[in-house]
Structures are given as structure tokens and as C-alpha cells.
């Protein structure tokens, strides 16, 4: 029996003995965050003629499994499409862009209008203008540069989901984002995310060479 298996009859049993949902075992308890993380793209490119960098990242994919653990073991976990509709709504969304979670390195915010976010058919989609006189983003900007980091994740409250029937898959059908984060991190859980740092479009007369730029880096994870 594979290690999966053996964990989805674990987690199944745990759950009914507990006499909780299978819901509850992932998402029940509302107001807790949660971290997923995804190996992605990274860009980082010059704004012209402001002296800032653009930031892109997907750091969420939605519709594709990645791997996760709980007390029992292994199973899948996927987000569903449309599972940040509700929250990326919100007239008040308060999200900011860190470093590594941490919410003392906050590079880009979204009620700043630095960080805008848009659930694309790939996932969450990340873009941000920083400061590169900012000592974080002076920090991270030649390591995405380099390839050194290259992952992104997000921390969120899951306000709907469900477990498969046989418990080995758990599906986030609703998403929270509203104070919790995006973040640049050195390894996530998803590999299929992407992120990247990229100056700023170059003028309209230069804008033919852009194609040959390519991406700076390129990563995955959710």
C-alpha cells in the first residue's frame, strides 16, 4: 500500500473519530493562516524613466496539485479557479508583498497602490513597483537577478474547502487574502507558481528589443 493510501485510511479514520467534517481538518479552524508556496518565474525589470522595478510572480497556481503533509501524511492539495474572486473584491484588501513572511519586510502594499493582484487562468498573479532604495528590496532584487531565489508564496485563510471522498485530496474552493500576504521565499510547496523582477517597460521607441530580454528567472510552487 502506497504512502498515500495508508494516509488518506488514517486521516479518514482520525476524522471520524474526532467527529469532525472532513472540511474541518483543513480549513475548520476560520482565522487561522496558512502558507502555500510556489516555485515560479521571477522577473525583475527597470521602470522607465521613474527609477523604480517591476516585480511579476504568480504566487499561486490554481487547478494543478502540488504535494502537501498533515499529522497523517501526504495528499494533494489544489486551488480551485475563481477561489480569489471574492476576496481580490474587497474594496478595503489589505495585502502586502514580504520577504520570507515576514511582515517587518514589506516591500509593496496593496493599499499603497505598489502591489496589484489578478486571479489570471494560471493562478494569482503578482506585480509590484519597488523602491530600489528600500534596503529589502536592495537586498532580494541581485538574488532574483542571479537565480538564487526564485519561489513565492502566499499566506491566506481557507473560508471553503473539501475533502475528496477517499481523503486523499483537498480542494480550496474559497480563499482569503485580506491581511495575510504574498511572499518571496526560498522554497515553496507549489511547482508550478512563477515570480519575477523586471525594470520597468522601456520606452515606446525601444520597445521592439524587449522580446529578446527574456526572463531574468524562472521558478515554481503553490
Known sequence: MSMVKEAALARAAGIRQRGDRPSQRRNAEHGSTFRASFSARVELRAKADSGLLLFEGLASATERAYDMWDMWGPYSEIVSAGAF?????RAD???????GHDQLRRIARTTTGTLH???TPEGLRVSAELDPADPDVAYIAPKLRAG???EM???FRIESG???PDYSEFRI???ELHRGDVAIVGFGANPYTDAGLRSAPEPPQRAAVRPEMGRLLEFQRI
Open 162 to 164: 473539501q475533502w475528496s
Open 173 to 175: 474552493n474559497r480563499a
Open 148 to 150: 538564487l531565489i526564485d
Open 153 to 155: 508564496s502566499f499566506a
Open 117 to 119: 493582484l489578478e486571479e
Open 93 to 99: 484588501l489589505d495585502v502586502p508583498l514580504v520577504l
Open 85 to 89: 474572486a471574492d476576496t481580490l473584491a
